[in-house]
């Protein structure tokens, strides 16, 4: 397997943290109970999944080695709660020690001064930058301002059941490479006497923007604000995706956890979606494979996710020097092999690359051959969680349930238009 260093590589988990009870100031403390010297750590987080269970056994072996008395103690709850209770928290002094978010929240944290600068995190830990990815890290910098240590990084790849391909008698060992191929599959491997599905199409904004950019769309230009979503070439990928939708290959009103828990039950043949669910299909069983994002006529692309952990504003130092040997920890090639090995999370340490079980690992190989596609969905960027939420969210809902794509395109381009000219 040989890996190199991607441009556009990061990764898309909307990915934060939940109140720990007893532990929810922001400031390390102590213990009374046992040693003075125990400094307890709360850590919010929305890892649900196997990969939840994963992060809580890393942590509580860190709890259990390190030298300096450190605890972590870890809460998860879902992603709104979180969203809608860290503000109050910073405002008031009882935000966690540090939270695990989405790559994503980073700009929009910052614009509302909710973080701590950590430039000095490299520097203090004696970690080597250099040692990581360079366009992985980049997407924790706002400027030139550190304000999150990667965690992890990742794509989107298209999961496929092998079972329902023979089955549809298509060939289990060749998935679609292009648009037109998916489409055909899709097709094939929906039955609507026997509830199966062929195609995963979610409404969520990260699961459908790959399509556009197949083609030779997008959205908005990052670099000038410029609006590019009102295009020809837009409302024809839209409207493929529409008449796809209407063919019945995919369930009406789908979000994208539904669609991991349909093609897991075996009633969807093929999605889009990030590592996560290796494990989960993996435990069930199930025959399935992974390749890269199908290719429409302009190339094949798939959206870039991720997270880092971050420190809220308002932590004193001996809390930040705290978590900062947590997260030096983190880096470490052990902990990125077990993460990665358990979880199917590409690699994206240099020195790891050069490990023998990393190279010989077939998933690994998988995930990071689709790796080499991936391209910034607006992360980091001053309007994305606007534009996500207020602009193409709302119209591919309408889109993929029949209404007038051109009139949806011009009306969400119009709400773009509003958005950034703020």
């Not at 995919?250 to 999605?271: H, K, N, R, V, Y």
């Not at 993929?400 to 381009?413: C, N, Y």
Request: aromatic share 10%.
């Amino acid at each position: 397997m040989k890996f190199k260093k991607i441009g556009s590589i990061l990764l898309a988990s909307a990915m934060v943290c939940s109140l720990f009870a007893g532990c929810s100031k922001q400031e390390a403390k102590k213990d009374e109970s046992k040693n003075t010297d125990e400094t307890k750590l709360s850590l919010w987080t929305v890892f649900t999944g196997s990969d939840g269970d994963v992060l809580k056994e890393i942590i509580k072996d860190y709890n259990e080695t390190n030298k300096d008395g450190i605890t972590v103690e870890v809460d998860i709850m879902d992603n709104d709660t979180l969203q809608s209770k860290l503000p109050a928290a910073i405002s008031t002094g009882t935000a966690p020690s540090f939270v695990l978010v989405g790559i994503e929240y980073i700009q929009e944290y910052v614009n509302n001064d909710s973080l701590e600068d950590i430039s000095d995190f490299w520097d203090t830990t004696g970690t080597n930058e250099d040692n990581y990815y360079e366009n992985v890290v980049a997407k924790s910098y706002v400027g030139d301002k550190l304000y999150g240590v990667p965690m992890q990084y990742n794509l989107q790849y298209l999961y496929y059941n092998k079972d329902m391909f023979s089955d549809a008698g298509l060939n289990p060992d060749a998935p679609p490479s292009t648009f037109a191929e998916l489409e055909e599959c899709a097709k094939a491997l929906t039955s609507a006497d026997e509830g199966k599905y062929g195609l995963a199409i979610p409404s969520d904004f990260g699961y459908y923007v790959q399509y556009l950019w197949g083609n030779g769309g997008d959205v908005i230009n990052t670099a000038t604000n410029e609006n590019l979503l009102n295009s020809d070439t837009n409302v024809e990928t839209l409207t493929w995706l529409q008449e796809l939708k209407k063919a019945g290959v995919s369930p009406d009103g789908l979000t994208s956890a539904e669609a991991d828990t349909m093609f897991q039950s075996g009633q969807i043949g093929m999605c889009l979606a990030g590592p996560w669910n290796i494990n989960v299909l993996n435990d069930l069983g199930m025959n399935y494979g992974i390749a890269a994002m199908p290719s429409g006529s302009e190339g094949a692309y798939s959206a870039e996710g991720g997270c880092s952990y971050m420190i809220p504003k308002g932590a004193d130092d001996a809390s930040k020097k705290a978590v900062y040997k947590f997260m030096s920890y983190w880096l470490t090639d052990d902990v990125l092999k077990e993460w990665s090995v358990r979880n199917g999370f590409p690699v994206w340490s240099y020195s790891l690359l050069e490990d023998e079980d990393i190279k010989s690992n077939e998933i690994l190989n998988s995930v990071s051959e689709a790796s080499s596609i991936g391209r910034d969905w607006h992360l980091g960027y001053e309007y994305g969680t606007q534009i996500d939420n207020d602009v193409m969210k709302p119209m591919m809902e309408n889109i993929l349930m029949g209404a007038d794509v051109k009139t949806e395109v011009q009306d969400a381009a119009g709400r773009l238009d509003e958005i950034v000219s703020k």
